[in-house]
């Protein structure tokens, strides 16, 4: 990777801020946010009916850009205005009944929690969390006697929780629902965009992914990816449009054949042209070489906080590039201020948004690092320094 490179496309970048914000919603190069000016310019002059119709084809590579991305097919592929729609398209695609079971995580993402107990309470589904081995991996001999006992409709794990820096064990859920014919959802929020994530080898049947985050692509963007054996047996969302399917009778309609049944007709043509020629910088990059670095990175700041004094909160065998901590007694209100101070761009999470992790580990909150691929390991270093210099 050509690093002096990707922070010249990246105007965010510069005026000694340091970016390590990128789990919650990073800088955009240079290609996406002119991108998304100059169509609205064009819609701004002709209308957003001719705008469209003149750029179909550019448009349309936005389903090849993100099969690429995951190892699937551009039927396979639709575009979401959220990781969060992308999410509820897929649930509202399964009929659930009274006393169906859905099994997940611990570690799942907080609006994923709270959708699970909106069905238990309004449907009588019921949820059930497997259990973590005590180096905090998913416990997979818990989640086969689960499937034994309970049968579930769904199993649905977070890759990566928002909340800490565990990568979760998808590609072995994955191995388990195949074996079992059970339907499989992966939140991939926080892992599309800093690491290699491929459906193939995670094997579910539905996977979500937000624009925003990782892939530095525009707010308001994300995609949905649908196996084929989904689009094969009709699953399809609850509140259909036109761009779903054909009106063929005045009381029946024919599903279109690809994942763009999950999507609604009217969309942000500009915001998914943004996201199009992110997922496409990405692609140019490669998604290899920017896990490796992004581990490099991160691997290096858990080290620096530890030996400074810090407590790390991330646990597991496996780490992505989110970095929890806070102070030895738990502090998190002078390590704000010494970031800000400093114009390093971080955010905080408190216990409402991660209940089960945060009681476990018996803490209120934690202050969250995500470094990314324009990041420096000067940069790093230098964050390092002076959280340890106001820690004394």
Not at 64 to 81: Q, V
Not at 139 to 148: A, K, W
Not at 155 to 176: C, D, F, M, R, Y
Request: charged share 25%.
């Amino acid at each position: 990777m050509n690093i002096d490179k990707i922070i010249q496309d990246t105007r965010g970048l510069g005026d000694g801020k340091i970016f390590l914000n990128n789990a919650g919603s990073s800088l955009m190069p240079d290609i996406v946010t002119d991108a998304v000016v100059d169509y609205l310019k064009l819609e701004e002059r002709s209308g957003g009916y001719d705008v469209a119709n003149m750029n179909a084809d550019v448009l349309e590579e936005f389903y090849s850009e993100s099969a690429k991305l995951i190892n699937a097919k551009p039927a396979n592929m639709a575009f979401m205005t959220s990781a969060t729609e992308a999410y509820s398209k897929a649930l509202s695609g399964i009929i659930f009944r009274d006393g169906d079971v859905i099994i997940t995580t611990a570690d799942d993402y907080i609006s994923n929690q709270i959708t699970f107990i909106s069905l238990q309470k309004k449907v009588g589904v019921k949820v059930i969390r497997m259990k973590n081995l005590p180096d905090h991996e998913l416990d997979l001999e818990d989640l086969g006697r689960l499937i034994r006992e309970h049968h579930p409709k769904l199993i649905a794990v977070t890759h990566i929780p928002t909340n800490s820096g565990l990568i979760q064990n998808v590609e072995a859920v994955g191995k388990i629902c195949r074996e079992h014919d059970i339907l499989y959802l992966v939140d991939a929020c926080q892992s599309v965009g800093q690491m290699v994530v491929d459906v193939e080898k995670i094997g579910c049947d539905f996977l979500t992914a937000t624009g925003r985050k990782f892939l530095r692509g525009p707010r308001g963007t994300g995609f949905l990816y649908v196996s084929d054996r989904i689009l094969e047996q009709d699953y399809a969302p609850l509140l259909l449009d036109m761009r779903g399917a054909d009106w063929t009778e005045y009381n029946d309609y024919e599903l279109f054949k690809t994942a763009k049944r999950f999507e609604h007709w009217e969309m942000s043509y500009a915001s998914m042209l943004g996201l199009k020629y992110a997922i496409g910088y990405a692609n140019a990059v490669g998604m290899d070489a920017i896990e490796k670095y992004n581990q490099s990175l991160s691997r290096k700041l858990r080290e620096n906080l530890k030996e400074s004094g810090f407590s790390v909160w991330d646990w597991g065998n496996r780490l992505s590039s989110i970095v929890t901590f806070s102070g030895p007694d738990g502090d998190l209100e002078n390590i704000q201020k010494i970031l800000k101070k400093n114009n390093v761009y971080f955010s905080v999470t408190y216990k409402n948004s991660a209940l089960i992790d945060f009681t476990n580990k018996n803490i209120n909150g934690i202050v969250r690092l995500s470094p990314h691929y324009f990041n420096t390991t000067e940069e790093i270093e230098k964050v390092s320094e002076v959280l340890k210099a106001g820690l004394k």
